[in-house]
């Protein structure tokens, strides 16, 4: 019997580890588990989620939410409880926030009368004890408009354009890499969770560049990078993915000519990474390209928008449709985009290229920035460089894409005039963010944050 006892220790020890490995890649899929002392629920999140039943006692909670350091601090989503957190069935419960190392998301069940949260079925924590650093309520949320947010990290990733910056769904963040600080070109990797820049530093990475194509592969969880150029001029016919850790090059049998300026989106319906355009060593270019994460195809779309470098596009992932505006159709002895800048809107429908025709639109422009408000439904344009009489010079308009027509929005307060920067969608604080970039006056380093109007 001496000797049972540690047996079945251990093996109770195994079962449990099994059991948190498994709710793990549960949460990963977008999955939770919630267990009382009665009951443990398996729901799937957001609005058509059954009631949770968490047992007697307990307060009803979804907490969605992205990470940031020890605790969370992004927009949640509630089951019977109201924004303040006062909850509609029994007496009122606090609402904390919770952290679990790499879940994205956590279902959580708290029992006032015990003082104590199960938090995704795996621990039982005393409030007082372990989570009274976490603030009882969120952080104030962004105002309406455009909000200024450069003083968010006194040490913010510097002043920088031409670089790109996605949006993780994975990890809930967004990440950034590269641009031209003039000089030099950078190789940094910095991610942002709407509160803080944090700066990686894998063992391997690309090597300085700007004007590169990225796009985040949601079904596989990857970042995809494509080609860019640096400060000699020298192209990369490089594909590389970043997993959330490293960078990984990857050396594909067939590839896009070497370029840069190119527009690149995941086409979540098709599940294919598509990148268009761009300026190449013979010229501008529209070709059509998809990336599987294996193998790159030249795609022969029946109809094309024309040759450009320096446009926009972005996944509406409502529609399923990847939309497109602008570009240069014209370029100096450098390949970058002069003169003759277009104003045309497209879609990729996963299978060809379709013009639109809206009744109004922004003027012709490139070195614009787009990024997909996923909880408005609206594709965002702002700023970019506009040609008058063979005269560039930036805009700072506001502009939003339904699907149907372009309406510009008209804020007291906006980002200054730029181009060359980069913009994306944070599902965490629902805001469109928009970092750095490039006017007549020089490189900026700003951090601003749109949620509409």
Not at 27 to 34: E, M, N, S
Not at 40 to 57: E, V, W
Request: hydrophobic share 40%; net charge neutral; aromatic share 12%.
């Amino acid at each position: 019997m001496g000797l049972l006892i540690p047996v079945l220790t251990q093996l109770l020890r195994k079962a449990t580890f099994v059991l948190d490995y498994i709710r793990e890649r549960l949460a990963a899929r977008g999955r939770f588990l919630c267990r009382s002392s009665s009951n443990t629920t398996r729901f799937s999140p957001p609005a058509s989620l059954a009631p949770m039943a968490c047992g007697s006692g307990f307060a009803r909670i979804l907490v969605r939410a992205g990470w940031s350091g020890a605790y969370s601090r992004s927009t949640q989503e509630s089951r019977g409880c109201h924004d303040s957190f006062a909850c509609l069935a029994g007496r009122a419960r606090r609402m904390r926030w919770f952290s679990r190392g790499q879940f994205r998301c956590a279902g959580c069940c708290i029992d006032d009368a015990a003082d104590t949260a199960t938090l995704d079925g795996a621990i039982e924590t005393p409030i007082d004890a372990a989570l009274d650093a976490a603030p009882d309520a969120p952080p104030p949320p962004l105002g309406a408009g455009w909000t200024p947010l450069s003083g968010v990290n006194p040490s913010p990733p510097g002043y920088r354009y031409a670089h790109a910056m996605v949006y993780d769904s994975m990890r809930e963040q967004l990440v950034m890499f590269g641009g031209d600080s003039a000089p030099p070109y950078l190789s940094d990797t910095w991610v942002f969770d709407g509160f803080t820049w944090v700066r990686k530093t894998p063992a391997v990475s690309p090597q300085a560049r700007g004007r590169h194509a990225m796009a985040f592969d949601s079904g596989r969880g990857r970042l995809v990078l494509f080609s860019g150029r640096n400060f000699f001029f020298d192209t990369f016919p490089e594909t590389w993915e970043w997993d959330g850790a490293t960078w990984i090059r990857l050396t594909p049998a067939v590839s896009p000519p070497t370029l840069f300026g190119a527009v690149m989106a995941y086409h979540a319906a098709n599940a294919r990474t598509i990148l268009f355009g761009g300026s190449g060593p013979l010229g501008l270019l529209n070709d059509t390209w998809a990336w599987d994460g294996t193998t790159w195809t030249k795609l022969a779309p029946a109809m094309s928008p024309v040759a450009r470098t320096e446009a926009a596009a972005v996944y509406d992932t409502a529609r399923q449709r990847i939309v497109l505006f602008g570009g240069a159709s014209q370029i100096d002895g450098n390949g970058d985009g002069i003169g003759d800048v277009l104003g045309d809107t497209w879609e990729w429908t996963g299978t060809t290229w379709l013009p639109r025709a809206p009744t109004d639109a922004p003027s012709p422009r490139f070195a614009h920035a787009m990024a997909y408000d996923v909880g408005r439904g609206r594709t965002v344009l702002f700023g970019g460089s506009v040609s008058n009489g063979g005269v560039v010079s930036q805009v700072n308009e506001t502009w939003e894409w339904d699907g149907t027509s372009w309406a510009r929005q008209i804020t007291s307060t906006q980002p200054g005039k730029r181009g060359n920067h980069a913009m994306a969608y944070l599902l965490g604080r629902a805001a469109v963010f928009v970092y750095a970039g490039l006017d007549r006056q020089g490189i900026s380093g700003d951090l601003w944050a749109f949620t509409g109007l």
